[in-house]
């Protein structure tokens, strides 16, 4: 898995196998032995439900939440690499405002996620508008490889 984060990060790359409930499992695992942030993650895909769009028009659509820390450094809540002596993990009760943020997250739907007119900022404000929600500015992906351009 690769993350870009754009011209003025640095990319970073992370191997995870495909045994553990497919692309969303490989990417929670990811998530876990690279970031070590709390992260939860839902991925949709599906042919386009529009006028006019023929069979092979997909959408994919994806939810992603992190548990960050107020003011920089580090999550809160530990999360344990899985490099613990003896593979033991250490068990630290969950914070209130991480549990709401993913049973919140949860209630979002793969339609939801796919539907063309039903906005980011829309879906982010129907799940988070009693906490407040900030919406940054869209980057447009590409497909491409990055090697040689």
């Known amino acids: 898995m690769t993350v870009d984060q754009g011209a003025k990060m640095e990319r970073y790359q992370g191997i995870v196998g495909l045994d553990r409930g497919g692309l969303v499992g490989a990417a929670h695992q990811y998530f876990r032995q690279s970031e070590q942030i709390p992260t939860w993650l839902k991925l949709a895909a599906g042919p386009l439900m529009a006028r006019g769009a023929g069979p092979d028009r997909w959408r994919a659509g994806a939810i992603l939440i992190q548990h960050l820390p107020a003011e ?30 993913r049973v919140l997250a949860e209630t979002v739907e793969d339609h939801e996620l796919l539907d063309p007119m039903l906005a980011p900022e829309r879906l982010l404000y129907r799940l988070f508008h009693e906490d407040g929600v900030t919406v940054y500015p869209a980057i447009a992906l590409e497909r491409r490889c990055g090697r040689g351009g």
């Not at 530990?78 to 993990?89: F, M």
């Open 72 to 101: 920089g450094g580090a999550s809160p809540i530990p999360l344990s690499s899985g490099d613990a002596p003896g593979g033991h993990e250490e068990v630290v009760a969950e914070d209130e405002r991480w549990v709401r943020a």
